[in-house]
């Protein structure tokens, strides 16, 4: 599996470059306390070439084989790991990113993963940011060209010398258990302008 995650490295490295990739920020730029990075799984490929290397950042993996698998891939490029998904002991998971976030880290998590439904926030990014007070930052990926492939989520695949842009969109604070179904709804408008 070494072999593998070093040959998919490699090929989204060089690939990469085909791309002109750039981070913007237009939301956290004198926020320096933990975030959760909130973006759809449809757009994660060139998150690891784009993100803010300011930042500790620890990635929800899933422990099945491809989690294991694009873990190993993401921590080449700088990036660490936390483990757990919604589907497999989602109680471990939840709290091992408190723990991560109390201690000055900050996670990246694509809210309708790791199988879906598309596009559809799962309430346990809502819980999370509730008891750990540390703000939601939508991340929208925005692909000049591109292709999907035929997956659960309809993977984004940028075209060769397309221009990938990841905007980190202003932090939404969860302060009340009242307040997760708008938010939600907000959340998940912001990350529809993906695409």
């Known amino acids: 599996m070494k072999i593998k995650a070093y040959i998919i490295y490699l090929s989204l490295k060089l690939y990469g470059k085909t791309c002109k990739i750039e981070l913007i920020n237009e939301g956290l730029r004198d926020y320096k306390k933990p975030v959760i990075l909130a973006f759809w799984h449809e757009v994660i490929l060139f998150t690891p070439l ?3 290397k ?8 899933s422990t099945h084989k491809d989690g294991v698998l694009a873990s190993m891939v ?3 490029f700088g990036l660490k790991t936390v483990w757990g998904s919604s589907n497999r002991e989602p109680l471990k ?3 091992s990113m408190v723990k991560e976030i109390k201690s000055g880290y900050s996670i990246g998590i694509t809210p309708d993963g790791p199988k879906g439904p598309p596009r559809k926030l799962k309430k346990g990014i809502l819980e999370l940011a509730y008891l750990t ?4 930052v939508p991340v929208v990926g925005k692909f000049s060209n591109y292709f999907r492939i035929n997956s659960w989520d309809k993977m ?8 990938v842009k990841y905007i980190l969109k202003e932090p939404i604070f969860i302060s009340s258990k009242d ?3 708008d938010k939600a709804r907000l959340i998940e408008r912001i990350l529809n302008e993906s695409g």
């Open 93 to 95: 998971a939840f709290r």
């Open 50 to 52: 784009a993100y803010d």
């Open 179 to 181: 307040e997760f179904e």
């Open 74 to 76: 993401i921590n080449k």
């Open 54 to 61: 300011t930042r500790e950042i620890k990635i929800l993996q």
């Open 156 to 163: 984004i695949i940028p075209k060769p010398f397309s221009r």
């Open 133 to 136: 007070k540390a703000p939601i």
